[in-house]
């Protein structure tokens, strides 16, 4: 696999060619007080302008995602999806002992 860096703008960037450039590999460094600048091209498809809330997931392997508040609930909910609601389950015992008293 072939690697180039080039400078663009203050942040160096890794231009790769083959499977890596394919996936989508994106450089930034971490300048002061741990800001972190999100590339134009990047911003732009996934429409992230300033203000917006991004959320930061760190996975067991140590990966870190980086997706919208948006995205990131929408992931949550499903993730949820058929799992027993705790107040549903709250009801249905409180039911049970309900039954059994009487």
Not at 1 to 22: D, E, I, N, Y
Not at 76 to 88: E, K, N
């Amino acid at each position: 696999m072939g690697r180039l860096w080039s400078q663009v703008g203050k942040c160096p960037t890794l231009l790769l060619t083959g499977t890596l450039f394919a996936m989508g590999v994106t450089l930034s460094i971490l300048g002061d007080k741990g800001r972190l600048v999100v590339p134009r091209d990047l911003r732009l498809r996934h429409n992230w302008a300033q203000g917006s809330t991004l959320v930061f997931t760190e996975l067991d392997d140590g990966e870190v995602r980086l997706q919208s508040a948006d995205a990131a609930l929408a992931q949550f909910r499903a993730s949820v999806v058929g799992t027993p609601s705790p107040v549903d389950e709250l009801l249905a015992e409180r039911h049970r002992e309900a039954v059994v008293e009487r």
